[in-house]
C-alpha cells in the first residue's frame, strides 16, 4: 500500500469521525464508534507507521534517523511522504479525540450543538483554536444555565 492511499484512508476516517460529530445525533453507539473505529483506528495506524518505520520494517526511501531536538531534524523527519502520512495521522488522531471530548462535555453541560458546531470546526481545521475557544465559553455558558459540573 502506497503513502498516498494511506494518506486518503486517514483523512477519510477522520472526515466521517468529524461528520458523525457535526450532523448526527449522539447516540451512546455513535460515540463510541467515534471514539472507537475513528480514533481507535487512526491510533493503530499511527503506532504501526512509527513502528514499521523506525524499525526499519516498512522502507522509507530518503528518511533518516528522527531527531525530535532540532528543527532540522523535524523538518528531516516530515521530508518522506512516510514522515508526512505519519505526523498527520498524529494531528488527526488527536484532533478527532478532542472534537469528542467538546461534543460530550457540551451536551452535558446542555450546551447548543448551534455552539457546538463551530467550535468542532474550529477544532477540526485548527485544532488547539477549537480547543482554546470551547476552554474559553464553556464555563460561562454552563454557569449561566446552572450546569456546571
Known sequence: ?????????????????????IAL????????????LGVGLL???????????VSGLIPNPGGGGADFSTIDGIR?????????????THYLAF?????LWIARDGDAKNISRFVQAPVLFATLMAGPLGLG????????????????R
Open 1 to 21: 500500500m502506497s503513502w498516498d492511499a494511506v494518506f486518503g484512508a486517514v483523512n477519510l476516517l477522520a472526515l466521517l469521525g468529524w461528520v458523525a460529530l
Open 25 to 36: 445525533p449522539r447516540w451512546p453507539a455513535l460515540l463510541a464508534a467515534v471514539l472507537y
Open 43 to 53: 491510533c493503530l495506524v499511527y503506532a504501526a507507521g512509527l513502528i514499521g518505520v
Open 76 to 88: 528531516a523527519i516530515f521530508a518522506t511522504d512516510a514522515g508526512v502520512t505519519i505526523g498527520w
Open 95 to 99: 484532533d478527532l479525540f478532542v472534537g
Open 133 to 148: 475557544l470551547w476552554l474559553l465559553i464553556r464555563e460561562p455558558i454552563a454557569r449561566r444555565q446552572g450546569r456546571f
